[in-house]
């Protein structure tokens, strides 16, 4: 059994308990000096307070609980949590409070802190800066997600240069988590079907502020040992492993929701490995309310949103057929006789949903099952509409229902504790917690240009300190020499022009970009009048050699002694080194070639601490760019990748040393570099708040979460009749549409006018269940248009034979207009749920 984390603390201190199982500590740092204080080591090695805590002698606690001094610190932090807890925030604040019951945000990975391992990169990273936001704002969310027992790999690199990778065991005890306990009941556990047998999920908790993230684990000793590995691993294991941890995540996480939840009225798919979540919902519906399947379907669909993060169709995570159809009966099970069957289920994971052999996709299954889908940058966007073409055959691209959220970054967890004393200035209290206005300033002049330069030498000289000792221990850990190690004491220069870099390495991100012309970069680091320093980090997944080869060429040239002092790679990126590097850096540069970055958030990061953003025009960049506030590289118009590379390398070396370090090296008498502080104001003051987590989860409240939950509450009143009658107007619309055709529209040009007539033939369906459109697509000088033709007199003999018509804008020829029939209903997304089409022959 896993012992119940409970402390007995001394009651003068007993309060330490909740706050150090609140990770609001990762972006709230008034409490750092008290964890620091109880145990000064601990701390800055783990930074988890709950380790910290559990690590304390009696004695140790004894003596803090008459420490005066330290009691008064701790009272005015938990009253200062109390304060954050109690005050209504911005959206409940309003009577948006009562337009929505809650959102379940389902996630396969979260990054809230480095104490709590079940992430692996940018996708956690958002998930977590998303809860993080919602418990600023007072949004009503939960949190469901996976425990891992083993978290994402620990980097090292080994004496050759090459990434070793290590899984440290993730004792839930030392987790700032709960076991979600029941007055009655005990500690609340999830029974799940699989073939041959029912695997018991224990839940778990971590408290992220206001908010609540519920996280099942397997590794229940009632479980069968392979049963009890479900969840050892963060995207470990084979497909099958996989599915089974996606049938946990969706369907588990569905029944935390009903079991704990039963306002949840959102359901928010972040990714689409769990979009089994999707069908859970609807089948507990059909049970509960006695609905078919495709009723509850039609009812839940209303409530469901997914984000997408893929901007190429090979990353959708699919599964083979036969594996799908070994885990999934238990669909049918208590629904025989309530128009389930198994096939039509799995048919929403393929294109061609008559192809039984066609793998099934998580992310068709999320579109299919969400009224609304959204991608997570505007270039994102526009990929997606590419990529699910295949969903909506005969639909314009333009018209593929994915519209896009920009992701944006929890400000207070990466700002730094000098720029917050900046933005204090500017802002006030309160700051990032309310959304903030669309007309975005620079930084006004009641902030000087010496306090902007002063918060950035901070920066630079705390990650030069931060990086000599992170390489000094990873060299001494590594068994080198003490030569080497003491060495480190003296790498980077605090004065000097530094340029970060941390990714995933990986090759369509080029992390060695900057590697393809040596003997130009050897010339930036030597310059001795402009000189230039870089650090860089980042993880190669473990089974990509190409990711590997490109950190070890990295660590060659920081090795080498010519460079060793301004080239430094820093191992084992995750959150808190991310925090140093992009509180630290003068520029952050990000390489990654177009339109594969479907995001990216870490430039993000840098913004609220006045770093300055180098970036290929790909994810976020492309929409935050001008002259004014950053550098591009190339110029975005694609090619091949070859072809690419060579515009973008020479780019990124012309960008440095004709405008990047001139600027920076170019100061006035006081030895300030007024040009730089311009760009900073530009950049900080404008894109901070656009990027910020704030903007993005107001954005979600109001184009998904607010609309949805209108949409699902409509459909569900009268014992979700308004869902009955959808579900049976979809069946007459894809029974009845081959009958329907368009017969030749005759044309009437007047002066005033262009008038169009055409006749229609709809079969069996009646006029009001659909609209006819004239349609022109996109053309240099035209964006795409659709005209409503309205129904005029039926045609005399016919059957549902009408006449239509409508008139033409005198700006556009009619050669360019397609009439076209699509279903039509007031209260459905469309062509979202329902992408049938017909187009004039
Ligand atoms: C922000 C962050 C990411 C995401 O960064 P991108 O490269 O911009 O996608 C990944 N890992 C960590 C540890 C981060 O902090």
Known sequence: MVTIPLLELPSEIAALQQIALDLRWTWSHEGDALWGHIDEKLWERTLNPWTVLQGASRERLKQLSQDQKFLDKLNGFVNARNEYLNTPGWFRDTDRGNQLGGVAYFSMEFGLGSALPIYAGGLGILAGDVLKSASDLDIPVIGIGLLYQEGYFRQLIDGRGMQQEFYPYNEPSALPVEPVILPEDGWLKIGLEMPGRVVQLRVWKATVGRVTLYLLDSNDPINSPLDRGITAKLYGGGPELRLMQEIV?????????????????????????????????????????????????????????FT???????????????????????????????????????????????????????????????????????????????????????????????????????????????????????????????????????????????????????????????????????????????????????VLDPNVLTLGFARRFTEYKRPNLLLRDLARLDKLLHNPMYPVQIVVAGKAHPADTVGKGMIQEWINLARNPRYRNHVVFLEDYDISLAQEMTQGVDVWINTPRRPWEACGTSGMKVLVNGGINCSTLDGWWDEAYTDEVGWSIGDGSGGTAEGVDAIDIQSLYDVLENKVIPEYYDRDGLGLPRRWLQRIRHSMGRLTPEFSGARMMTDYVEIAYLPLAKAIRERMRDRCAPARMLNQWSRTLYSRWNGLHIGNPVVNQSEAATNVVVPVYLGELTPNAVRVEMFADQTPEHAPEVIMLHQENAIPGSTNGYIFAGAIPPSRRMEDYTVRVVPYHPNAFLPAELPLITWQK
């Not at 079991?259 to 089948?283: K, Q, Y």
């Not at 068709?364 to 526009?382: K, M, P, Y």
Request: glycine share 10%.
């Open 249 to 305: 995540l969706g369907v588990g996480g569905w029944r935390v929701v009903e079991a704990l939840h039963p306002e949840v009225e959102i359901c928010h798919v972040n990714e689409g490995h769990a979009a089994f979540a999707i069908i859970e919902r609807a089948r507990q519906l059909a049970l509960k309310s006695n609905l078919d399947f495709w009723e509850a379907l039609w009812a839940t669909r209303a409530g469901n949103v």
């Open 308 to 490: 997408t993060h893929t901007p190429v169709a090979a990353g959708f995570d699919r599964f083979p057929a036969e594996l799908l159809r070994k885990y999934l009966p238990y669909v049918e099970g208590a629904l025989h006789g309530r128009g389930v069957k198994l096939e039509h289920v799995l048919a929403l994971g393929r294109a061609d949903q008559s192809n039984s052999d066609e793998p099934f996709n998580m992310a068709f299954l999320a579109q299919r099952g969400s009224a609304i889908t959204i991608g997570v940058s505007r270039l994102h966007g526009e990929v997606s509409r590419r990529i699910f073409q295949p969903l909506f055959a005969r639909w314009p691209s333009c018209e593929v229902p994915i519209g896009y959220v920009t992701n944006g970054v929890h400000i207070p967890t990466w700002d730094s504790a000098g720029s917050d004393r900046v933005w204090n200035k500017i802002l006030g209290k309160g700051r990032w917690r309310t959304p903030t206005g669309k007309d975005r300033m620079p930084i006004p002049d009641s902030v000087s240009d010496e306090d902007l330069w002063a918060m950035r030498g901070e920066g630079r000289q705390r990650l030069v300190r931060y990086a000599r000792y992170h390489l000094g221990r990873q060299l001494r850990e590594g068994g080198f020499d003490l030569e080497q190690v003491q060495k480190a004491e003296t």
